[in-house]
């Protein structure tokens, strides 16, 4: 990816993707089919979170970047994983009703969410750390 912004905003899309599988198959009462696939989704939220709040949070403290929308953002990232956690429950009692009750508040603040990071945090972020990117973007990677 050629830029920070390009990079967190495909992975996003990922998660969005693995998100509205296992929102299917759910709605479909098919159980099996809807916890892999939101194992997959899960995996895919957990490793993104970690890649901002290990390594792109971090870097843009350290460089001047703004305090005040990284705690929103990390504020965010757990109230997202008190749903997934919830959804998680939901999804092995194979109750649709709760899961699909908490999937669509889930994504509401997930667009909100990326939204912000996307318009707001991302840009500032590629600004404050365009000469360390294909460092940060090796250490993301790896995460």
């Not at 989704?41 to 890649?51: E, W």
């Not at 001047?64 to 965010?76: A, R």
Request: with cysteine.
């Amino acid at each position: 990816m050629d830029t920070l912004a390009a990079f967190m905003t495909a992975d996003h899309n990922a998660c969005d993707d693995h998100f509205v599988l296992a929102e299917k198959a759910a709605y479909a009462n098919n159980w099996q089919e809807a916890e892999s696939a939101f194992d997959t989704f899960l995996t895919a939220m957990k490793h993104h979170f970690r890649m901002e709040e290990t390594q792109l949070f971090p870097a843009l403290i350290e460089a001047g970047g703004p305090s005040g929308p990284v705690q929103m953002m990390l504020m965010e990232h757990e109230q997202m994983n008190s749903l997934l956690d919830d959804m998680a429950s939901a999804m092995k009692q194979h109750d649709a009703q709760g899961y699909n009750g908490l999937s669509e508040t889930l994504l509401i603040v997930m667009q909100q969410h990326n939204l912000k990071e996307e318009q707001i945090l991302y840009p500032i972020a590629e600004r404050l750390l365009a000469n360390g990117w294909p460092a940060l973007l090796g250490r993301m990677q790896a995460v």
